[in-house]
Structures are given as structure tokens and as C-alpha cells.
């Protein structure tokens, strides 16, 4: 059974950083890429950043560019997601999922197949 599992949210100070794993288990993550995607209460869920199946290219929403990072390390079929300069507004569930399809840097999604369950990060003093 393929599945994913999101860990490293929590509760974290403004200014704060938080590392986000998303593990892979019941298949190999080197054929596809990897999106992170977040929900707030109350909205839609929103792209936060991608990797291709080499790691050889990312893409990251306006919203997180120089804040975040992510990574893969498919020898431990593991994508993570470095998140410096935490705001309030990064607050959400998030979410890692995996795709074939070529246009994964669009990071719609509904062009992603096998979600995790998420991990809550919150960002409040």
C-alpha cells in the first residue's frame, strides 16, 4: 500500500524555524516528485513548494521563497521541508503528496495522487 507520512509540526514562536519530513513507505519516492501543500481553516488548499523525482529543480510559492526549503534524500525515500522565518499566516495543516505527471511544478492540487494525513504547524507567540 502506498502511503506517506508527514512529521515535524508543532507549535513554534514568530521568527521560529521547523523542519517537516515526509516519509514514504510500500513504494520508492526516486520516480516521482514531491509537493507540500498547506490548508488554513476555512481556505482552500494551496500549493507551498515542490522537487522534482532528481531534486534537481524546485519551485516554492510567492508567499515562502527565501523562507523555505525543500530537499529529498531518496536514499532514505524522505522529502523534507525547512521552514525558516516562521509568520502567523504560515499557520495550516500540511501536506506532502506525490505525482508522475510533468507539470508538478505547477503545484495544483489536483495534479498530485497519494496525499499524507498532514502535521499541524501553528506559528504564534
Known amino acids: 500500500q502506498l502511503q506517506l507520512v508527514e512529521s515535524g509540526g508543532g507549535l513554534v514562536q514568530p521568527g521560529g524555524s521547523l523542519i517537516l519530513s515526509c516519509a514514504a513507505s510500500?513504494?520508492?519516492?526516486?520516480?516521482?516528485?514531491i509537493g507540500w501543500f498547506r490548508q488554513a481553516p476555512g481556505k482552500e488548499r494551496e500549493g507551498v513548494s515542490c522537487i522534482s523525482s532528481s531534486g534537481g529543480s524546485t519551485n516554492y510559492a510567492n508567499s515562502v521563497k527565501g523562507r523555505f526549503t525543500i530537499s529529498r534524500d531518496n536514499a532514505k525515500n524522505t522529502v523534507y521541508l525547512q521552514m525558516n522565518s516562521l509568520k502567523p499566516e504560515d499557520t495550516a495543516v500540511y501536506y506532502c503528496?506525490?505525482?508522475?505527471?510533468?507539470?508538478?511544478?505547477?503545484?495544483?492540487?489536483?495534479?498530485?495522487?497519494?496525499w499524507g494525513q498532514g502535521t499541524q504547524v501553528t506559528v504564534s507567540s
Open positions: 510500500g513504494f520508492t519516492l526516486d520516480y516521482y516528485a
Open positions: 503528496a506525490a505525482t508522475g505527471r510533468s507539470y508538478y511544478f505547477l503545484l495544483r492540487p489536483r495534479d498530485y495522487d497519494n
